[in-house]
């Protein structure tokens, strides 16, 4: 490990441990559970302890010399939503993202593309605990939190199954993000036969409401939402206070979502946005005040 990786090292066990030494002295869930997002003990909190300045090291990926450019034109779906999301916002440098599901901010990543060729910073979050570190190693660009998002209008702790093995494919799931899943999306057939019962562990995790996050970050304008919560996508697009907040595209995963897929398009059409393509598990929607404004100047690709 070189000289420089040892350092992000040293400071990244010093915040685990200064977070963690002060995080016992609190208790949480009397402290948090039932306040409203816009509490300021909850902005403080989630300031202090669940959020991970953007890196100034070089990256640190998994292959050397990896670039994002292959990436954001392959025939991937998620490089041609990455193309899409793009295209929609004129190919603007500098913007803001928020990725959910970030795993390590490398493999299959939303948003690097964004990071590298647009100069764009923003928000990676992921609440796998045993994922987590990989991602700050990684030295994006943007901030980090390992937190998850609350599917509620008020901070929670919510147990998920941890999946030990989770490069292996788990029944009705992608092998990728499937590490931890709410408990609500795992059916007992999944833990319980002699293959796979010794892979799972309970893990509880910190979720907090989008917008706490964001108030935390002072940052109210989000160019784009990648947001994959494991079946809670609904539920917690339903928690932002759209009239405080502006989003101008969102992909949002839908195949866990147990209401199905056009409760999304309902609910997104219903407070001004529009369907713009429908990628393999996930739809891209663009606000309606900004999509036709850039919508002639770079049409879609079909």
Known sequence: MTVLGLFALAGFVNWVFFR???????SVAEMMTGLPQNDTRIIKYISTYHLVPPSTLAYNFRKKGNSSSSFMNSGSSDGALN???QKILGFKKRGFFVECSAYDGET???TLALEQQYEWTGLLIEPDPFVFPRLVFKHRKAWTSDACLSPDPFPQRLEFLHRIDAGSSIPGHTSLQRALSPLSNITAS???DDSSKERWRKVQVPCFPIYSILSAL???HVDYLSCDVQGLELQVLKTIPWNLVRIDVISVSYHLVPEGPESLK???ESIGYWLVSDFPSAYLFANQSVFPANANKSPLRS
Request: positive net charge.
């Open 266 to 268: 309902s609910f997104l």
């Open 83 to 85: 193309y899409s999301v």
């Open 108 to 110: 299959n990543s939303k």
């Open 190 to 192: 999944d833990v319980n």
């Open 20 to 26: 963690s030494k002060i995080a016992n002295c609190i």
């Open 218 to 220: 002072k940052v109210f």
